[in-house]
């Protein structure tokens, strides 16, 4: 019995200790480490739009549906619109952005939500 008993008990503990959940986003509290207090265009919204975005929405070739995302005055028409906040939180009221790309990160949202909400001022 004592060697059925063995390999069952190190298969069971293998199998237990495989499991895990890596939702990080339900794992960790990232309210804690998203700092929305002084997000500003030039030093937090332009460079994240630079990094997502102006691969297809950026220049003068842009591919994006002639959609202009790398300067203030073009992204702040689609600001006032609410067409780039609803393309990044992917809630089917414009096309879901970045497109073929997962979803930006809860903090990275919440960065542009909150210069949003303070009047999206070219800072």
Known sequence: MKKIAIPFVVLLMFLISSCYYDKAELIYNQNVACDT????????????????????????????????????????????????????????????MPKGGGKLDACTIRKINSWINKGALNN
């Not at 207090?37 to 937090?44: D, G």
Request: proline letters at 2%; aromatic letters at 4%.
């Open 37 to 96: 207090s002084n997000v500003k265009y030039s030093t937090v919204v332009a460079p994240i739009l630079n990094t997502n975005c102006n691969g297809c929405h950026g220049g003068n070739a842009a591919m994006g549906a002639g959609i202009i995302l790398d300067n203030y005055a073009s992204t702040k028409v689609y600001i006032d619109n609410r067409r780039l906040i609803n393309s990044i939180l992917q809630n089917g009221t414009a096309s879901n």
